[in-house]
Nanobody, 122 residues
Framework: VQLQASGGGLVQPGGSLRLSCAAS????????IAWFRQAPGKEREFVAG????????YYADSVKGRFTISRDNAKNTVYLQMNRLEFEDTAVYYC????????????????WGQGTLVTVSS
C-alpha cells in the first residue's frame, strides 16, 4: 500500500493550495481516505475525510467552509482544496487510509503517506 502526498508549498494568508494523495495497493471502495496535519509542537489532528465508495465527506470545524476534499476515481487520487488559508494552517499534511470510517483519530488509520509541508506566511 502506498499513499503519495504532494502539493504543499509556501502561500500567503488568504491564498489557496491544492494537495493531492495518490493511492495504490488497496481497494479504495473499502476505505476512508483522510487528511491530517501536524503543526510544530502539536499533536497530529484530523482535517478532512472522504468515504471513497459513497463520496461522503466530513471536516474538522476549523476548516469547514474553507477546505474541500474530493476524489478522482480514474486516478485513485484524493484532493484537498484549501482556500482562505490562515497562519494557523501551517503544518505538515498527511493523507491516511482506514478500512472503515468515518474516523477522526490517528489510531484508526492503518496506512499513512509521507507528508507534505504547507507554510502560510506573509
Amino acid at each position: 500500500v502506498q499513499l503519495q502526498a504532494s502539493g504543499g508549498g509556501l502561500v500567503q494568508p488568504g491564498g489557496s493550495l491544492r494537495l493531492s494523495c495518490a493511492a495504490s495497493g488497496l481497494t479504495l471502495d473499502d476505505y476512508t481516505i483522510a487528511w491530517f496535519r501536524q503543526a510544530p509542537g502539536k499533536e497530529r489532528e484530523f482535517v478532512a475525510g472522504i468515504r471513497w465508495s459513497l463520496g461522503t465527506t466530513y471536516y474538522a470545524d476549523s476548516v469547514k467552509g474553507r477546505f474541500t476534499i474530493s476524489r478522482d476515481n480514474a486516478k485513485n487520487t484524493v484532493y484537498l482544496q484549501m482556500n482562505r488559508l490562515e497562519f494557523e494552517d501551517t503544518a505538515v499534511y498527511y493523507c491516511a487510509a482506514e478500512p472503515y470510517g468515518p474516523g477522526t483519530r490517528t489510531g484508526q488509520y492503518n496506512y499513512w503517506g509521507q507528508g507534505t509541508l504547507v507554510t502560510v506566511s506573509s
